[in-house]
């Protein structure tokens, strides 16, 4: 005999396990039994075959693998005694699943078993096969379940209605051989074989229309109505009694096919009525299982056809139960009411006030649920009571529970908000409490509705200032408060903007300048914040000339930084101060306004979306490269705020717009020129920002393109003008990383040629051709100021006028301050749609405006020179 | 179906009886009753029976040391199921007499019967205890 298979009882392997004090010690014991089940197996050892298999179950309730004892229990099944079978089956059932293929091996016992004349045996082989059995076990073996629901023993009979269940399940073509042995069962008085016939029924239902229209009759819905009624009004049974309710379970499964049964038909709604209205009055509400019972009743009254008196009733039932002092109890009531709130929301407003309070419960189940309760209850006129409530609840709720809060307060307050100042403020608030859980797309949508509320620029970045000096360690709100600061720190120093319900404070430059310094600073911060920190410095630096020298100093400090990204700006940048004194103040200008429309719709895509639009839009454009490059750059930054297409220039466009430099051939000699060069690494970054680090691998290609292989990259840039695309090519070696196919630039030379359209001995305007594809009447034009004297112009404004049969359209021009002798440009997008196309030409009245040493000066003229076939 | 999975579980997380209805390798297993034992043993007796996790509803009760936990469907009756497990637990008390841990782990089989007596498919099959016992009383007076 093998020394291993003479093995050890059952009971004295559980005591060894039992007795192991590591998890260990417990894989030893384990193995060593494992290895001597298995050498009884290979010996066909059958003494011990019980023993073994009662072994390997435990084995694997601990969660050890036991596959090599699985043809054991196929063994066990195929001997002739009870016993063995039936640890076979139970084997079978916890050590073997469906998909196996040994299964297959099992039919045939199976089939054997469930014909057997002992009904103990059939009863095993009934259980398994309803626990495991597969599709193709369903079709061999339904016509033997099928017979036996009318065998004698209810026993039998309730076993083989569960099984149905699986079969239909598996093979829902059977469903109808089981219709009218279903219906037979209903009439049963054996609760076992009551309560599984009504399962069956329920099921049979939910997988053939035919089942449903054949038990929604009169003949087995009446039945129905009178079995639950009999269950109802049953005297006391001590066996199925809890609680003074006889079976409740009954009760329940007969509720829940009631449920199925009246859905979407009100006739058999109808038939139920009376019998749902006497379990919602008549059900003891003091015990679990009358509770358990009122509960269902009420599920199926919210989804039977409406009875309006009894909804009345089942939402009263709710109310109750809200207020309970079970948390059981509470919890079912706010799950209920999430269903409600579909059929008849007014009524669940009404316990408004009571679903709050249990969003602030001590039980982490009832909070998670009162608040997604909560929230689908706000609306426009409630929304600024429950935020205030939830804001409240924010500075004291769990840190656990924080992260959900806040993204339901922010969700509401974005959808709901009456207007932008009340959204700002909620905002604010909910940042400066938990702004370390507030999600990125949260707070970019912050700054494109500050961004787009102009009168309210003075008045946030106050608030702003107010509150980081308070909540330093929240980082969002750092972020979005430097980010104000860099925009709006003249509004914050000389009180721009004061709106009458502020307190006035007073804030110097350098008080602007600490916070974004100890944001910098700050042992918490990470990258993000440190170059956005950065950036608004530089913005800083040009708004608040006084502190120039002390901001070149802190952007100094990040020149060692170990952060690629942060060192690199902090070059950058310090050369912008120290040697481009010129374009700094262009460089930095506000930035303008962003769209809301196109943010909320690159925010639906998300990121993987908008890779994909902007490969989409490629291949609308004709040249369709600059818009791509720049779609999937942060939202804040989205400069081409319409989504017309956008002419070839943009690219070249884009780099004025930030830049103001001119890059037109004219004024920039390859390799000459530092201008160009810092600029496309400063666009770089203005780019970059709140774009996650790992970008930041693009960057190290960037500036050797830029520096190394200068010559070709200004090259490119200078070839802006007479090949536009070699212009939109640079911008895609820039926004490297961004596109993971940069679409090639496509044969998308000009198909008009440039004009001059205007010049003076003081001023140029050239315009750019484009056509958006498919609308042939429809051109854009892009404009190109530049100023030819010595002298800067500001409050530039360009105005144009077209005749009737034009319609024009003009976008917000790049800038207002023209840099000296053609040192930068402004460029403006014009849309003019022809509806003479092909007949007239173009054409077109100018009038400029602007300031020179302060005195207004006025150009004007007349536009005749368009090709032709615009 | 309604119930996916009855666990018992000792006060020290250990599982000592588990039974599934849906087919889950050992692996996922082991990880669902670790995150699940963890989350409910740590709620103390104000907070409610019910813990959501993944897309089941968790449904315990706890008598002394032992955790009966089940798994439903977020359509089940909760309370039901509460009341089912106190059923079972009076079940077990009836046969092996105030039942404790070590009457399920040394019967592990028999415990394993008494619940295929009640639950087969995740569907209820036999609510009086009396029904539920008398093969498995039968079965030992035959041995």
Redo the contacts between chains.
């Keep these: 005999m093998n020394p291993f298979s003479s093995g050890t009882r059952l009971r004295d392997m559980i005591r060894s396990i039992r007795a192991c004090k590591t998890a260990a010690e417990e894989r030893a014991v384990v193995r060593k039994e494992c290895a001597a089940i298995r050498a009884a197996i290979n010996e066909n050892d059958q003494d011990y075959r019980h023993r073994n298999l009662a072994k390997l179950m435990f084995i694997h309730m601990l969660g050890y693998p036991t596959h090599f004892g699985q043809m054991e229990c196929l063994k066990s099944i195929a001997s002739a005694g009870f016993p063995e079978k039936r640890i076979g089956y139970l084997g079978l059932m916890l050590l073997l699943d469906e998909r196996q293929e040994v299964l297959m091996l099992v039919t045939n016992s199976l089939k054997q078993d469930l014909n057997h004349t002992n009904q103990y045996i059939v009863g095993l082989a009934l259980c398994a096969l309803g626990n495991i059995c597969s599709a193709e076990m369903a079709r061999d073996l339904a016509p033997e379940v099928e017979r036996l629901l009318q065998f004698r023993d209810p026993n039998i009979r309730k076993k083989a209605a569960l099984c149905s269940i699986r079969i239909i399940k598996k093979v829902p073509d059977l469903a109808e051989n089981f219709i009218n042995p279903a219906a037979a069962l209903l009439k049963e008085k054996h609760h076992g074989v009551l309560i599984t016939g009504i399962q069956l029924v329920t099921d049979l239902c939910k997988v053939s229309t035919e089942a449903l229209e054949f038990f929604r009759k009169p003949k087995c819905l009446d039945g129905l109505v009178k079995t639950l009624r009999d269950v109802v009004n049953s005297p006391y049974a001590p066996e199925y009694d809890i609680a003074g309710i006889t079976d409740p379970f009954l009760h329940i499964r007969l509720l829940k096919l009631l449920r199925v049964l009246g859905q979407g038909d009100a006739d058999a709604s109808d038939c139920m009525n009376d019998i749902l209205a006497q379990v919602a009055t008549k059900t003891e509400s003091n015990k679990n299982a009358g509770n358990a019972i009122l509960y269902e009743c009420v599920e199926t009254i919210m989804s039977i056809e409406d009875n309006g008196g009894l909804r009345v009733l089942a939402i009263n039932i709710l109310g109750r139960f809200l207020s309970n002092r079970d948390n059981n109890i509470r919890y079912v009531a706010l799950n209920m009411l999430m269903k409600a709130i579909t059929v008849d929301a007014q009524a669940v407003q009404r316990h408004r006030a009571t679903i709050l309070e249990c969003v602030k419960d001590l039980d982490a189940s009832i909070r998670k649920r009162a608040l997604e309760l909560v929230y689908l209850l706000v609306n426009e006129s409630n929304v600024k009571p429950l935020t205030k409530e939830l804001i409240d609840y924010l500075e004291i709720s769990d840190q656990e529970f924080k992260g959900d809060l806040t993204a339901k307060i922010c969700s509401m307050v974005e959808k709901f908000s009456p207007d932008k100042i009340w959204y700002i403020d909620q905002m604010l608030k909910v940042l400066s409490e938990a702004g370390n859980f507030v999600k990125d797309e949260v707070w970019h949508a912050l700054i494109v509705v500050i961004s787009n509320a102009s009168d309210l620029h003075g008045y946030t970045v106050r608030a702003l200032y107010r509150a980081v000096q308070t909540s330093i360690e929240q980082e969002s709100l750092v972020r979005v408060a430097i980010w104000c600061i860099g925009e709006y720190g003249d509004m914050l120093v000389n009180n721009g903007g004061v709106l009458n319900i502020e307190d006035p404070i007073t804030v110097t430059e350098s008080d602007a300048v600490d916070v974004v310094e100890i944001a910098i600073k700050h042992h918490s911060s990470d990258i993000t914040t440190k170059a956005m920190a950065m950036v608004a410095l530089l913005k800083l630096s040009s708004r608040f000339p006084s502190c120039s020298e002390r901001i070149r100093d802190i952007i100094v400090q990040n020149k060692g930084s170990l952060v690629l990204e942060l060192q690199q700006r902090s070059i950058e940048f310090n050369s912008i101060v120290e040697k481009h004194q010129n374009i700094r103040s262009t460089l930095v200008e506000r930035m303008p306004v962003l769209d809301e429309a196109t943010f909320s719709g690159r925010r639906a895509g998300s990121l993987p979306a908008t890779v994909s639009t902007s490969s989409g839009t490629s291949l609308n454009l004709p040249n369709g490269v600059a818009k791509p490059a720049a779609a999937p750059l942060v939202d804040l930054l989205d400069l081409s705020s319409d989504d017309a297409p956008v002419p070839s220039s943009s690219g070249n466009d884009f780099l004025q717009d930030l830049l103001g430099v001119d890059v037109s051939p004219a004024s920039v000699q390859p390799g000459t020129s530092q201008a160009p060069k810092a600029g496309t690494d400063v666009l770089l970054d203005l780019l970059s920002i709140g774009s996650p680090p790992v970008q930041n691998n693009s960057t190290p290609s960037d500036i050797l393109s830029s520096s190394q292989d200068n010559k070709s990259s200004v090259a490119k840039l200078d070839g802006l003008s007479p090949t536009p695309s070699g212009g939109a090519a640079s911008m895609i070696d820039l926004l490297d990383g961004f596109v993971p196919n940069s679409p090639k630039p496509e044969d998308n030379g000009p198909a008009y040629p440039s004009i001059v359209a205007f010049e003076s001995s003081s001023l140029r305007l050239t315009f750019n051709f484009s056509k958006p594809p498919g609308n042939p009447q429809t051109t854009l034009i892009q404009a190109t100021f530049t100023n030819l004297s010595p002298n800067v112009y500001t409050d530039f404004v360009f105005q144009a006028a077209v005749p009737k049969f034009l319609q024009l359209h003009l976008d917000p021009a790049s800038g207002n301050t023209l840099p000296a002798s053609g040192n930068g440009s402004i460029t403006q997008t014009l849309r003019v749609t022809n509806s003479q196309h092909g007949k007239k030409p173009l054409v077109m009245r100018t009038r400029i405006a602007y300031k020179l040493n302060n005195r207004d000066v006025l150009e004007e003229g007349q536009i005749n020179n368009f090709p032709r076939d615009l | 179906?309604g119930i996916r999975f009855i666990l018992m579980v000792n006060k020290q997380g250990q599982?000592?009886?588990?039974?599934y209805?849906e087919?889950l390798t050992?692996e996922e297993?082991?990880a669902l009753?670790g995150e699940i034992v963890r989350k409910c043993l740590a709620r103390t007796e104000?907070?409610?029976?019910?813990?959501?996790h993944r897309n089941y509803k968790i449904v315990y009760r706890r008598y002394a040391s032992l955790f009966f936990l089940v798994g439903v469907d977020n359509d089940e009756?909760?309370?039901?199921i509460?009341?089912?497990i106190h059923?079972l637990v009076e079940t077990m008390d009836r046969h092996f007499g105030n039942v404790c841990e070590l009457d399920i782990?040394?019967h592990?089989?028999k415990a394993?019967?008494m619940l295929?007596e009640m639950v087969?498919?995740g569907?209820?099959?036999?609510?009086?205890?009396?029904?539920i016992l008398s093969?498995i009383q039968?079965?030992e007076k035959?041995?």
């Design positions: 179906m599982t000592r009886l588990a039974q209805y087919w050992l297993r082991r009753e104000q907070q409610c029976s019910f813990v959501e009756n909760e309370l039901a509460l009341e089912f059923l782990m040394f592990l089989e394993h019967f295929e087969m498919n569907c209820i099959v036999e609510t009086s205890k009396s029904n093969p039968l079965m035959m041995s």
